[in-house]
């Protein structure tokens, strides 16, 4: 599982995929994505703020959920 930064002109909500929090979209979106580029959906800016580290680790405990 990979993130990445996409520039967004829309706002609309969406539900953020580490603490399931709607939020509206921000100007910089953070979007997960498997290896294979597939979208899985969007952080919001409260756990971006936490950095990368501790997103990494969200992640990965995600991962795990989502490959049982
Ligand atoms: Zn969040």
Not at 26 to 46: F, H, T
């Amino acid at each position: 599982m990979q993130f990445q930064i996409e520039c967004n002109t829309l706002k609309n909500f969406q539900i953020c995929l580490i603490c399931n929090k709607q939020f509206q979209t921000q100007e910089a979106r953070l979007i997960i994505c498997n290896d294979q580029g597939d979208g899985y959906g969007d952080i919001c800016p409260q756990c971006m703020t936490m950095g990368a580290f501790w997103i990494g680790n969200q992640l990965k405990a995600l991962d795990n959920k989502l490959s049982l």
